[in-house]
């Protein structure tokens, strides 16, 4: 039915001036009708053509980890002396000056800090100390607001030692173990925001830990040789173990130095971090 009336509306659209007015009407009717049959029709095809619902994966949502609830703590606590009540902070992005690149780690390329991002570490930490913050990371404000503090981070080094490796086997079997580090320094400056004058500075050093322990073997079993080792490795994350706690630690320390009344009431919280930090 559907062709009939494709052929139908061709013949007709060319004798169009030789209709009278009631055919034009009947052919209306006519069209239609043949449209009303091709519903069902497209209508099964639409639904033939709906492609089945697809399984949600069952993996397990993200953890939500606080691995550094002291510093936490020292933050809320900033935020019960009310120094900052009132205050507003001008948070930029975050440089990095390390230089480093990974480009050996499977699934790990490029550089090994963040490009910036961890301003929103940044900007956390400021909000839990009880300030108000203007991120400036995607832009500056359409509207000039009034700011007292800037605050700018830098990852200034990354190095990379392994002070211990060890491969000792005796008749072919032996331990295989292995520790190594990697120590990162960031900064955190807070300067005025209109002069850009600095007023504190917190330099705060994080190693991050890798270890590996197992066994080797290389002998002759009856003519065969057996080869291999079996290795168990721990390593920290670096882009979050040593951004996360080590940022926030920083933002507290300036802050703290800035205001003598909050160091009073919190720095004792932290104080042995802080002693090994600069």
């Known amino acids: 039915m559907p062709i009939m009336k494709l052929n139908f509306s061709r013949s007709t659209s060319m004798n169009m001036k030789l209709k009278s007015r009631p055919s034009l009407i009947a052919l209306a009717l006519i069209a239609l009708t043949t449209s009303a049959c091709t519903l069902p029709q497209s209508k099964e095809r639409i639904k033939s053509e709906v492609v089945p619902a697809v399984p949600v994966s069952t993996a397990s949502l993200p953890t939500i980890v606080q691995p550094y609830p002291r510093i ?3 933050l809320a606590c900033i935020k019960e002396t009310g120094v900052l009540n009132g205050k507003t902070f001008v948070v930029g992005s975050f440089a990095d000056s390390t ?5 050996v780690a499977a699934g790990a390329t490029g550089n090994f800090m963040p490009q910036g ?3 929103s570490y940044v900007t956390d930490a400021i909000r839990k100390a009880g300030a108000r913050v203007v991120s400036t990371y995607f832009g500056q404000p359409m509207r000039q607001v009034q700011s007292h503090y800037a605050v700018n981070g830098i990852f200034n080094s990354l190095d ?4 211990l490796d060890v ?10 173990i292995g520790r190594g580090f990697a120590q990162l320094t960031l900064s955190i400056q807070l300067d005025l925001a209109d002069t850009r004058i600095n007023r504190q500075i917190s330099m705060v050093q994080r190693p991050v830990r890798y270890q590996h322990y197992g066994i080797g073997m290389g ?15 721990g390593q920290e994350r670096l882009q979050f173990e040593a ?5 926030a630690l920083g933002i507290a320390d300036v802050i703290m130095k800035e205001f003598p009344v909050a160091a009073e009431e919190c720095r004792s919280q932290i104080s042995d971090l802080l002693d090994t930090a600069t």
């Open 160 to 163: 990379f030692g392994a002070p």
């Open 99 to 103: 230089g480093k690149i990974n480009a």
């Open 167 to 176: 491969d000792l086997r005796v008749a072919g079997v032996g331990p295989v």
């Open 72 to 74: 936490e703590s020292t």
């Open 243 to 247: 951004l996360n706690g080590p940022i």
């Open 117 to 119: 991002g961890s301003s």
């Open 219 to 233: 002998r002759d079993f009856n003519g065969t040789l057996v080869t291999g080792s079996a290795v168990s490795r």
